[in-house]
Nanobody, 117 residues
Framework: QVQLVESGGGLVQPGGPLRLSCAAP????????KGWYRQAPGKQRELVAA???????NYADSVKGRFTISRDNAKNTVYLQMNSLKPEDTAVYYC???????????WGKGTQVTVSS
């Protein structure tokens, strides 16, 4: 069974940091693009940060300068370092792997991030 597994979510105060991890089997780690999405209650799932084809990066305007996506190839893991967190960052964060040719997306189960005093 091939799965993406997110971890690292939790409760954090505004302004604080948090790092999310996404463990991906090699089959999914070799996807054309991979990254992070989030979904807040009552809202659509949105892109947060991603590696694009050619290993460029793409960030949502709302997180630019605060979040950083990175990866460890030896560990088949993608990270999302979140700094200066705001209450509006509260959401379930999902790891994603996308294969362009097939158009197939793989998702993790999500990890809850709550930013609150």
């Amino acid at each position: 069974q091939v799965q993406l597994v997110e971890s690292g979510g939790g409760l954090v105060q505004p302004g604080g940091p948090l790092r999310l991890s996404c463990a991906a089997p090699g089959k999914l780690f070799s996807s054309n693009t991979k990254g992070w999405y989030r979904q807040a209650p009552g809202k659509q799932r949105e892109l947060v940060a991603a590696f694009t084809t050619g290993d460029g990066t793409n960030y949502a305007d709302s997180v630019k300068g605060r979040f950083t996506i990175s990866r460890d190839n030896a560990k088949n893991t993608v990270y999302l370092q979140m700094n200066s967190l705001k209450p509006e960052d509260t959401a379930v964060y999902y790891c994603n792997a996308h294969f362009i040719y097939s158009g197939v997306d793989y998702w993790g189960k999500g990890t809850q991030v709550t930013v609150s005093s």
